[in-house]
Structures are given as C-alpha cells and as structure tokens.
C-alpha cells in the first residue's frame, strides 16, 4: 500500500488540507520516546492505525461502538497486537498520568454541540490529567473561520448551526494548562469542495497562494502540539 494510500486511510476525509497536521506531526515528535498513545472520537480509527504502525500501544476511542466501528477497518492491517478498543467519553477520561501521547482530530466542535463551552474546556483538562509528566497532545481542530464559512456552513452543512467550532483565541486559552504549545492553522478553499477530487483541488490552490497571504482566523483547521 503506497503512502497516499495510507494517509487516506488515516484522515479519511479532506485529505490534503488535515495532512498538514500529519506532517507536523511526523516531524516534531521523537518517536523512539512513545510507548504508548490514546486516540479520542476515533471513529473508524485512523488515526490509531497511524500510530499502531510505528508500533506504538494505542487504545482506539469513541464515545461509543468504538470496537464495532473500527475493528473491521483495522483487520486489513494486522495491528491487531497494537490495538485495544474502549468507550470513552472525553469529558471523563478514566486515566491520570497514563499516556505518553493523546490525539484527536475534529472532536471539540461537535462536544461543544452537544453541551457547550464549558464541556470542551473539560476535553483539555482531562487530556491534561491522563498525560504523563511531558506528554504530548496532538491536535487538530476546526475553526470558526471566516464570515464566507460561517455563512456556507449555515446552509449546505447539516450540522452547520449547531457545530460549535472554535476560534484560535479559544483553543490558546483551552491548552493554557500545558507548558508548552504551538499552533498552525491551513486551509481557506479546500472544505468547499463537494468531493475529495474537488477538495484537493482547492487545497492545492490554498498551498499555492491562500495558505500564504490569507490571516490565520480565515483558516478552517488549526493543529499542533502540546506538552504536558
């Protein structure tokens, strides 16, 4: 399986603009230190199958059916021995000082959907609490973008009223536990697209020249890393 190949399987969605996160990612942690990691709102678990084949020990989560949804996907892999399953709320994450590594991706808006502000403030401190000292968050969100997102999300996004998505003022102050972070935000165009062809296509126009004159609050995704 080639590596775009792979990067499909790990984002599942808009691939070119959230691989910008992988990229960081890949470049700026020391790999040979992680043992094991956490993955939050898994779905179908691509990120976990990401960390699984460097052989890392990952537990998969979702708030529910983590195991039903993602243990069909990671079959074709044989991680299997890389893998555990469990449910797990992240507003309620039963470790502290667990973990050497944490990642999600595009979870904080639809938890704020749900209950709010302060329910996705309690995701960091709990991701805070089941790090272990020097522990790495690995990040990537959506944001509120600009007034042409906010006005398209309205009308062709299902949950586009209801998704509450994050400024990056907001995503400072919910990493201010930690000691040390860094964020970066992509993407101006490439969400519009009503395909992945599209999608790419427009992400590429985004690197070519948006990504590099447009201001950070225009961009739909930030990510970066966190230290414990």
């Not at 044989?78 to 050497?100: C, E, G, H, K, R």
């Not at 609490?129 to 906010?150: R, T, W």
Request: charged share 25%; glycine share 8%.
């Amino acid at each position: 399986m080639t590596q775009k190949e792979l990067t499909k399987d790990f984002l599942q969605w808009d691939i070119k603009s959230w691989s910008k996160a992988l990229e960081y990612w890949e470049d700026n942690i020391e790999w040979d230190k992680i043992t094991n990691a956490l993955e939050l709102g898994g779905q179908m678990g691509g990120l976990s199958l990401w960390l699984a084949l460097k052989g890392i020990q990952t537990v998969c989560s979702d708030f529910k059916d983590t195991k039903n949804k993602a243990e069909q996907f990671h079959t074709q892999f044989n991680i299997s021995s890389f893998i555990q399953y469990q449910d797990i709320d992240a507003t309620q994450i039963p470790y502290s000082n667990q973990f050497d590594l944490i990642v999600f991706k595009s979870i904080i808006g639809g938890i704020g959907r749900e209950v709010g502000e302060d329910a996705q403030h309690q995701v960091f401190k709990e991701i805070y609490k089941a790090l272990k000292p020097g522990g790495k968050l690995l990040f990537a969100e959506n944001l509120v973008a600009s007034p042409i997102h906010q006005q398209l999300r309205k009308r062709f996004v299902n949950w586009g009223n209801s998704w509450r998505y994050l400024t990056i003022e907001e995503m400072k102050g919910f990493l201010k536990d930690f000691s040390c972070f860094n964020i970066k935000t992509t993407g101006v165009l490439g969400t519009f697209g009503r395909n992945e062809r599209q999608r790419h296509l427009l992400a590429s126009i985004d690197d070519l020249v948006l990504n590099r004159i447009c201001p950070d609050n225009w961009k739909y995704i930030c990510y970066g890393i966190a230290e414990k």
